[in-house]
């Protein structure tokens, strides 16, 4: 199962994908069932090889179906890790359904979370970052406006164009912590 996500922590666009795969293979039985064998664990190394065979799989199926430029690809191909990582380290057992759900909704989550938007005055909203970035900050500062216009360019048009199939739906007044942020009725 995978999730596409466009956007980055500090809103800004980065398209990549969380997975979530078995980590092992089913085998049939004799009695018409089927049963899944586990992997071994994986070795750091080995989860680094894996990265590495996406990666020059990935970077040849895009310079092949014109997504990317031959030369580009053979240059990202040099790359350290050319923009692809693999990251393992989570695993939940087979019968953990409710730590399985955990993940999936976590994974399928919206692209901001409202609960970290903070209001401080008409003219500046501050949106707490869920882990501490390098340059040590925890929060982004953005005037109303460059918020929702950095929020908007990483939702797909249809997301807040459509409602149900073929029912265009009006955009209302957008507020924020009780105050209009001075957008007016959008007639569709």
Same mark, same amino acid.
């Given at each position: 199962?995978?999730?596409?996500? $466009?956007? /980055?922590?500090?809103?800004?666009?980065?398209?990549?994908?969380?997975?979530?795969?078995?980590?092992?293979?089913?085998? $049939?039985?004799?009695? /018409?069932?089927?049963?899944?064998?586990?992997?071994?664990?994986?070795?750091?190394?080995?989860?680094?090889?894996?990265?590495?065979?996406?990666?020059?799989?990935?970077?040849?199926?895009?310079?092949?179906?014109?997504?990317?430029?031959?030369?580009?690809?053979?240059?990202?191909?040099?790359?350290?890790?050319?923009?692809?990582? #693999?990251?393992?380290?989570?695993?939940?057992?087979?019968?953990?359904?409710?730590?399985?759900?955990?993940?999936?909704?976590?994974?399928?989550?919206?692209?901001?979370?409202?609960?970290?938007?903070?209001?401080?005055?008409?003219?500046?909203?501050?949106?707490?970052?869920?882990?501490?970035?390098?340059?040590?900050?925890?929060?982004?500062?953005?005037?109303?406006?460059?918020?929702?216009?950095?929020?908007?360019?990483?939702? $797909?048009?249809?997301?807040?164009?459509?409602?149900?199939?073929?029912?265009?739906?009006?955009?209302? $007044? #957008?507020?924020?912590?009780?105050?209009?942020?001075?957008?007016?009725?959008?007639? /569709?």
């Amino acid at each position: 199962m995978s999730f596409v996500h $466009p956007f /980055g922590s500090s809103r800004n666009r980065h398209t990549h994908c969380h997975c979530c795969i078995l980590d092992g293979l089913f085998e $049939p039985r004799e009695d /018409g069932e089927i049963r899944l064998l586990h992997a071994s664990a994986l070795t750091a190394a080995e989860i680094g090889g894996i990265g590495e065979q996406v990666r020059r799989c990935l970077l040849s199926w895009f310079a092949r179906s014109g997504l990317l430029d031959t030369d580009d690809a053979r240059e990202m191909l040099g790359w350290d890790n050319g923009g692809f990582s #693999l990251e393992a380290s989570v695993r939940i057992a087979g019968q953990d359904r409710a730590g399985l759900e955990r993940l999936l909704r976590d994974r399928a989550r919206l692209f901001f979370a409202l609960k970290r938007l903070e209001p401080v005055n008409a003219h500046q909203i501050i949106d707490g970052l869920p882990k501490l970035r390098r340059d040590g900050r925890t929060a982004l500062s953005f005037p109303p406006m460059e918020l929702i216009d950095r929020l908007a360019a990483l939702m $797909p048009p249809e997301a807040y164009l459509w409602g149900g199939p073929g029912e265009r739906v009006g955009m209302g $007044p #957008l507020s924020f912590g009780g105050r209009q942020l001075g957008m007016g009725d959008a007639k /569709g």
